[in-house]
């Protein structure tokens, strides 16, 4: 066998997109939904939330814990500026 019957996910970057589908075996793509079976819990936890970068997640319960308050600054304390 000389021909190859997946190439490279435009999703999720792994050598399971099938050609003749057109469908990733290990993402789903083109589905909008992320592919994942509880029959395969390891699987699921190598592609969950916090896996990656967390770009935007990460500091949520900062500004969570703040209102999420933006555009202000903070007042100059008193007591730091004296000593």
């Known amino acids: ?21 057109k469908t990733c075996a290990s993402c789903g793509y083109p589905s909008a939904r992320i592919r994942g079976y509880n029959w395969s819990k390891k699987s699921l936890g190598r592609k969950t939330t916090g896996t990656g970068r967390m770009r935007y997640m990460k500091d949520l319960p900062r500004r969570f814990s703040n209102g999420f308050r933006e555009g202000t600054e903070a007042a100059p304390r008193a007591a730091a500026a004296s000593s």
Do not use: D, M, P
């Not at 066998?1 to 589908?21: P, V, Y």
């Open 1 to 21: 066998r000389r021909n190859k019957s997946h190439t490279l996910c435009r999703r999720c970057g792994r050598r399971s997109l099938h050609i003749q589908k």
